[in-house]
């Protein structure tokens, strides 16, 4: 048992110490002459690199006393081993932080072995999304989204990068409409993935809007591809919704009360909800680690919040990063929250089928 | 098109456009001297520095330097015998002992004239080809990629050397060693035995040091000397250009190869350089000085690699697809100045790309010439005394293989791999054979299992197919039929063979136990996951187990027998240690940065060796650490790394950089 004064007396140094806190928290943390670590797990040159390069510069000038950005990679165990460093070794003093990817995010639902990280720990200070659209070969007799059904016991191949990659989403897409395709892994990217198509190789493909735009729109012009659906956008309220970069395309939850009269629910649209945002919402996350006082997290919101606010963010950002919301505070937090949270009978449906479709070993 | 010439010319002669171009080939020939470095980090340092740039001054920094950088990885490969990237791993093969006979002036020449030939020639090629590659690249489906491995496998016939059994299990090893981590079909891990680090598979920077470089300079180190036997350098650079000259017509062959393999997506640039000395090989008529410094074993490697880096534009301009890794970056910078790759670059944006082409042109040209200018002074290296320099080597070992994951466990693989290494040079089993093998693991699996999905067992009936099957049947019989050479040679080797077959005999049972292994994990593994390595694995347990049987029952005439302890320059001279002399050395080296991290180990290392082995005084050895410990921590700060950490950094924290 504690002896009373000695208790008296810890809860008088926490009364000091969270005055302080609330004293430093009015001052925002100041970084003057400071270097930054931004780690990105990737390689140098992917798309993960290429956004936090993107932005480590603008950051610097927007963090109060203009710290050097610079970024970090650790690339290895499919992104697993540079967040798992950052977990174990980052301190919460605002100097180390995190830019994941739905690659990092997508092992941490599936339970993987090789995450020693936690979501839940991590203090997320923006979230860049992305969206994605289906398209399909002309051949395969398909028009629109309408008559998706016409896919059924046509023999589709799609080329993919891995069943637990990104990938995920088309495959367990077009399991939840009925439609059989056949995953030919081994592409080392989705540009491979596009090439296959290209070559007509596969029928079938998805690429990233920017990727879409750039250089999958021009086959479509062409009359070489046909887009059949976008997965989707999140709203405010966390639902998914039309992708307003594709307005004319329906989105995925649409497609499928097409398809089966019924608006989706259940396990399988649990799953394909979180492995949805956490994979396009939710793709790119910037975070703090786990512990950090408050006033860095609010100066660090601050900046990025000054950063997507400012006029010319727009246009410079475009190229990179395409029209997507850039979303900081509370609306990167409930993007965070939908992204992470998976039940566990809707992560047991996507593991069992994922072991039993691709033989997959958890 | 001929506007878009034009307004290219204009582009390129301008002022600014040269001054970051020049800019930008210093920053590659800094950086690409440096092993293991080359293009991926010399394109990251100079991207924060792209930002807000003018878009065509700093594309023309990005091609300055990607051009040069497999110019300037020459220096460490034919001086040192460290491979300075993946791409001129084949130039070490015959560079290196050119310079140990002396002949280091006289082969950076003859590379460098190689590279800017290469360079020069990528340039017009690609000026044409740029405008009817689109329909080339989609006609290379993942089949004829397939064929063009297979196509690189088979020159393991002429890089076999004496022992064709023993030349194929060495491939072998390659192959299965390749084959570590995800299986491309289904992603089940492989041979991984749950070792995270073994999941993502073994580099091939680590394995290209630790194959080449440590098993030659522990040889060096035992025999004491310069790396030159002469003291003087004798012949210089022009003799190497005058060798490019009379051999013309190879290092044409070669630079088209290296275009057309740059140029295709998917096979990777680390093929190249192999496949342009298998060809070398192949098509000369003596073939006994390979492997022993002929120059067309560095004129070929050296004029494809060049070259490739051109064509390698082709599927990264044009479809935004990188073929090599410092292709992906450069596709980043490219996007952060606000270009973005796609067919736009053949159609209204043709001038960017002619610029591009172009610029690339003048940076070889820059480039090789101040390697050129440089070379006669760097080949000095080679006259110090190897004592001196083996730390630094194993410095630059140890910094380049922890560039390939940035873990300690790099470290720990290179010495494995080293291990192995040595035991191949000393029992002569050929490691250019090893290396395609390990080169064309993944791509010959992966696009094996991609066109057997895609087109069924048929595809071996494209059109595609048939001709590049053609071309592999021409290359075994052009390389067969040439086979019975030099018999003086053969004879001398005959007579200094070892009668103890009892060290090869282990080493061979080793690699049959290692094929085993292979085999029992690709049972454990679904079909698809397990079938490549399964294959290989049983095949060559067959080649392997005669290797050993012929060992293991004594057979001394037979050409498997070969060990370097009976053969090598060392044997007659006084005071030589043995091979695990300076293998404890080097594994000290490893287990002090596991125990105290690198930068401690190696004050301890550089310290006790230069005292030891080179009895230097006490003032020389502390500037000679100083000067390298704060070099490397300078470099380390620019690049944003840490070393790697031992057991003293997990128990305490110390500040950066020891901790």
């Known amino acids: 048992m504690v002896p009373k004064t000695l208790k008296k007396f810890s809860m008088m140094l926490a009364g000091v110490a969270g005055a302080m806190t609330i004293a430093s928290a009015i001052e925002a943390a100041d970084f003057s002459g400071q270097r930054i670590e931004w780690i990105v797990p990737f390689k140098e040159g992917g798309g993960s690199d290429r956004w936090a390069r993107f932005y480590a510069p603008l950051l610097s000038e927007a963090l109060p006393g203009n710290p050097v950005v610079v970024v970090k990679n650790v690339p290895g165990g499919g992104s697993t081993k540079g967040a798992n460093q950052f977990a174990m070794r980052a301190k919460p003093d605002g100097l180390q932080i995190l830019g994941t990817s739905g690659s990092t995010q997508f092992p941490y639902l599936l339970g993987d072995k090789r995450v020693r990280y936690d979501y839940k720990d991590w203090n997320v200070v923006l979230a860049s999304a992305t969206g994605g659209v289906f398209y399909v070969n002309p051949e395969l007799g398909v028009k629109s989204a309408k008559d998706i059904t016409k896919l059924r016991g046509q023999s589709l191949k799609y080329g993919s990068q891995g069943a637990t990659s990104l990938d ?178 809707a992560q047991n449906y996507v593991r069992d089928w994922l072991t039993e479709a691709y033989n997959v070993k958890f | 098109m001929l506007e878009a010439m034009m307004t290219a010319l204009a582009t390129v002669a301008s002022g600014t456009h040269l001054l970051y171009l020049v800019g930008g080939v210093l920053l590659g020939l800094a950086v690409g001297i440096f092993p293991g470095l080359g293009g991926i980090v010399g394109l990251s340092l100079c991207l924060p520095f792209l930002y807000g740039m003018d878009p065509i001054s700093a594309l023309a920094m990005l091609v300055g330097l990607v051009a040069v950088i497999p110019t300037s990885d020459t220096f460490t490969s034919v001086l040192m015998g460290i491979p300075g990237s993946s791409a001129s791993q084949a130039t070490v093969l015959d560079g290196f002992p050119l310079a140990k006979k002396g002949h280091a002036a006289r082969a950076l020449g003859a590379a460098f004239t190689a590279s800017l030939f290469g360079g020069l020639f990528g340039a017009i090629v690609l000026t044409v080809f740029v405008l009817i590659a689109r329909p080339v690249i989609l006609a290379f489906g993942s089949a004829e990629l397939f064929m063009l491995a297979v196509l690189g496998l088979s020159m393991v016939g002429v890089l076999a050397g004496n022992s064709l059994t023993k030349g194929l299990s060495a491939c072998g090893i390659g192959l299965l060693l390749g084959s570590i981590g995800g299986a491309p079909a289904t992603g089940e891990f492989r041979m991984s035995m749950d070792v995270p680090y073994l999941m993502d598979g073994l580099k091939l920077v680590i394995v290209g040091l630790g194959i080449f470089a440590i098993p030659e300079i522990i040889d060096l180190a035992r025999q004491n000397r310069a790396i030159s036997k002469s003291a003087s350098l004798g012949s210089g650079w022009l003799d190497g250009a005058k060798d490019m000259i009379r051999h013309k017509w190879l290092c044409v062959r070669c630079a088209i190869a290296g275009c057309l393999v740059g140029a295709l997506p998917g096979l990777g640039g680390s093929v190249v350089d192999w496949i342009a000395y298998g060809h070398a090989v192949q098509s000369s008529k003596d073939k006994s000085q390979y492997g022993k410094g002929d120059i067309r074993g560095v004129l070929a490697p050296e004029s494809a690699n060049n070259a490739k880096e051109g064509g390698g ?205 292979g085999l029992l994990d690709a049972t454990s593994q679904s079909f698809l996951g397990g079938v490549f390595s399964g294959s290989v694995s049983a095949v060559m347990l067959a080649f392997s187990s005669i290797v050993f049987y012929k060992l293991a029952t004594n057979k001394v005439d037979d050409p498997v027998n070969y060990d370097h302890e009976h053969v090598g320059d060392h044997v007659g001279m006084e005071d030589v240690q043995s091979i695990s002399h300076y293998l404890f050395w080097f594994v000290s080296f490893i287990a002090g940065i596991a125990l105290v991290g690198f930068l401690p180990a190696l004050f301890v290392f550089m310290t006790t060796y230069l005292r030891t082995k080179a009895k230097a005084s006490w003032v020389r050895i502390a500037i000679l650490v100083a000067c390298t410990l704060g070099g490397l921590t300078a470099l380390a700060h620019i690049m944003v790394l840490d070393f790697p950490r031992g057991y003293l950094q997990y128990l305490i924290e110390l500040p950066w950089p020891i901790g």
């Not at chain 1, 512990?291 to 990179?320: H, L, N, R, S």
Request: neutral net charge; aromatic residues 12%; hydrophobic residues 45%.
């Open chain 1, 168 to 345: 995920l989403i088309p495959l367990l897409s077009l399991k939840m409409l009925d439609i059989d395709v056949k995953a030919i892994f081994g592409m080392k990217g989705r540009g491979a993935g596009r090439l296959a198509f290209e070559r007509g190789e596969v029928n079938v493909d998805y690429q990233t809007s920017t990727g879409y735009l750039k250089k999958s729109l021009p086959l479509v012009e062409e009359g070489k591809a046909i887009p059949l659906m976008s997965w989707g956008a999140l709203n405010e309220n966390g639902d998914v919704v039309r992708d307003p970069t594709f307005p004319d395309l329906p989105s995925f939850p649409e497609v499928y009360e097409m398809v089966h009269g019924k608006k989706p629910s259940g396990e399988a649209w649990d799953a394909w909800k979180a492995f949805f945002t956490a994979g396009f919402p939710g793709q790119k996350m910037v975070f703090l680690p786990k512990g950090t006082p408050q006033d860095i997290i609010d100066t660090y919101t601050e900046a990025f919040k000054k950063v997507v606010t400012a006029p010319d963010f727009a246009q410079k950002a475009e190229m990179t990063l395409g029209t997507y919301p850039q979303s900081t505070g509370a609306q990167a937090t409930k993007v965070k929250d939908v992204a992470i949270n998976v039940s566990k009978a």
């Open chain 2, 313 to 517: 534009l082709i599927p990264t301009l044009l479809f935004g697809i990188p073929g090599s890794g410092s292709m992906a970056v450069f596709i980043g910078g490219m996007i952060l100045i606000g270009m973005e790759p796609g067919p736009a670059l053949v159609g209204a944006e043709l001038n960017i790309t002619y610029t591009i082409v172009w610029s690339l042109a003048l940076a070889n040209v820059v480039g090789a010439g101040l390697c050129l200018f440089l070379s006669p002074a760097v080949a000095r290296l080679t006259t110090i005394p190897y004592s001196y320099l083996a730390p630094f080597m194993i410095t630059i070992i140890c910094f380049a293989a922890f560039q390939a994951t940035r873990d300690l466990n790099d470290l720990l693989a290179l010495l494995g791999v080293s291990l192995l290494g040595i035991g191949m040079k000393r029992f002569g089993w050929p490691r250019p054979a090893f290396l395609i093998g390990f080169v064309l693991s993944g791509t010959a699996e992966t696009y094996l299992y991609q066109s057997v999905q895609f087109y069924d067992w048929g595809f071996l009936t494209r059109p595609g197919v048939l001709i590049i099957g053609a071309l592999i049947v021409l290359s075994l019989w052009v390389s067969m039929r040439k086979k019975p050479e030099n018999p003086v040679e053969h004879e001398e080797e005959e007579i200094s063979h070892a009668t103890n077959l009892k060290p090869q005999a282990i080493f061979a049972g080793v690699v049959v136990l290692f094929f085993a292994f």
